[in-house]
């Protein structure tokens, strides 16, 4: 595996969760798995082991040297590239609004340097780039490594996490990345529409290619979601597929999760209700709330999270009877909306602005619902863990969204617009009128598996059928 941040050791979004999630799950299947990331500023090597002091990496004619740190965790080696000018820096990718100038050399140095650890360190069968951050990793090996010995018969696989963001930059650094100038000319793998796209090389060149659900994989190929890159998707639809995000049941779980005032499964609600109670004491919300449907959201404040509609029907979901309990930050025009609507019914309307993971637990665990009206979502996190804990969810069918959830288990609306949002909500709100049914939709929720292993016997199944079968064991 070669992606730019893995939990537990750095994380700015899902990704992360991936490349901590999905690698232990297949060590558990009996595969042999190394991940290689950077060693960041803020990532703590405490115990670590250094496996190369010197590795050489050359990059558009300059040799650079970096070291290889070793971490095994759950079964599998978290391999850290160790280059400090590149990744010794106060941010992953960006100092506030502003991305590094030279994000095209560090990642396009870390590329080289997982396929010269892929060399020294650890053979594999299979090398798994993820986003634009590793999406040279595939270029590279198909042109100036094609030759060597050590990768014969070596697959890629290129996971796209979300297709809006493709490492783009300015066509004339091209010569700074070591690769063939023909690559960068127009039409070329790497030029795209006057500038460099990381992303497109990957595609290009990747064995197989995959996304994190299967609705998003038909998106994506599509021109309203796939990015001006739909046709060459489109190209290579017979190596493209959609293979679901696993959750970390460990973290996000509802019978022990150390983060809830009392905990609960689906064979012993009472919990549920004590979780709700003390939600609206944080809050500020008032005890008459319990009787009414708490609609939960932990979230960017973003458009393509469907705040837009949002925006639309929010005072009109109160005047339906619910109350809202609401953590995030994004776009500011968001933010004030949401103050505004905590001040215009603050007995109905709880407000948090910013980032705090316990207090979106106790979301998850007090609310009754959770809403996620996404204009786009590959494939979205919270609403798994919204079903394991009860929260039904109230989702637009897009992508991963339209993947999870399914009659029976939560909320879906099709169009994106605000009356479509509102007259889902306005189901969802009828329907908890019925405690009796409303508690075996609860239960239904909560038996869904979407735990890592499921997604791993998927990935190693892609992955046999990429390699020999003499090849033996699989490894990413």
């Not at 100038?101 to 069968?125: C, G, K, M, Q, T």
């Not at 995030?328 to 004030?336: F, I, Q, T």
């Not at 804990?389 to 099709?414: H, M, Q, S």
């Not at 016997?457 to 990413?476: F, I, M, N, Q, T």
Request: aromatic share 12%; net charge negative.
């Amino acid at each position: 595996m070669v992606g730019s941040e893995a939990v537990p050791f750095v994380k700015t979004g899902g990704l992360a969760d991936v490349l901590g999630g999905l690698p232990p799950a297949l060590a558990r299947a009996g595969h042999d798995v190394a991940v290689v990331i950077p060693k960041y500023r803020k990532v703590d090597l405490f115990g670590a082991e250094r496996v190369f002091h010197e590795l050489p990496v050359w990059l558009g004619g300059h040799l650079h040297t970096v070291a290889v740190d070793r971490v095994t965790d759950r079964g599998v080696q978290f391999l850290f590239v160790n280059c400090p000018w590149a990744f010794d820096r106060e941010g992953i990718y960006n100092v506030g609004n502003n991305d590094y100038y030279d994000n095209h050399i560090r990642f396009a140095l870390f590329s080289r340097a997982a396929i010269e650890v892929a060399r020294r360190v650890f053979r594999p069968n299979v090398i798994h780039a993820h986003d634009w951050q590793a999406s040279l990793t595939a270029p590279y090996l198909k042109t100036s490594h094609s030759s060597d010995p050590t990768f014969f018969g070596v697959k890629t696989v290129l996971t796209i996490h979300n297709l809006g963001y493709q490492g783009q930059f300015a066509l004339g650094l091209g010569h700074e990345l070591g690769l063939d100038p023909a690559m960068l000319g127009p039409g070329g793998p790497l030029e795209f529409h006057g500038s460099l796209n990381f992303l497109k090389s990957g595609i290009v060149f990747a064995d197989a290619i995959s996304t994190v659900s299967k609705a998003y994989a038909g998106e994506i190929q599509t021109a309203e979601f796939g990015f001006g890159l739909d046709g060459l998707l489109r190209s290579r639809a017979d190596v493209l597929s959609g293979i679901l995000n696993g959750v970390d049941y460990s973290e996000w779980n509802p019978e022990h999760d150390r983060y809830i005032p009392r905990n609960y499964s689906a064979d012993a609600l009472e919990g549920k209700k004590e979780c709700k109670r003390s939600l609206l004491g944080e809050f500020g919300l008032p005890e008459e709330n319990m009787e009414r449907p708490l609609i939960g959201i932990v979230s960017r404040f973003a458009s393509q999270k469907g705040f837009d509609l949002v925006a639309e029907v929010a005072r009109g979901l109160v005047d339906l009877g619910a109350s809202l309990a609401v953590l995030g930050s994004g776009d500011p025009g968001y933010e004030n909306m949401f103050r505004g609507l905590a001040a215009w019914r603050p007995d109905r309307v709880g407000l948090r602005i910013g980032y705090d993971n316990p207090l979106s637990h106790r979301i998850e665990a007090g609310a009754d619902m959770f809403l996620m009206p996404s204009r786009y979502e590959p494939c979205g996190l919270n609403q798994i863990y919204s079903l394991r804990y009860g929260t039904i969810p109230i989702v637009r069918a897009t992508g991963g969204l339209d993947d999870t959830i399914k009659e029976g288990t939560g909320f879906k609306f099709w169009s994106y617009a605000g009356h479509d949002l509102y007259e889902c909500i306005r189901v969802a709100v009828q329907a908890y009128e019925d405690r009796e049914g409303w508690t075996e939709m609860m239960v239904r929720a909560m038996r869904e598996d979407f735990s890592w292993d499921v997604s791993a016997r998927e990935y190693g199944a892609l992955y046999d059928s990429l390699v020999k079968p003499a090849a033996g064991g699989v490894a990413a």
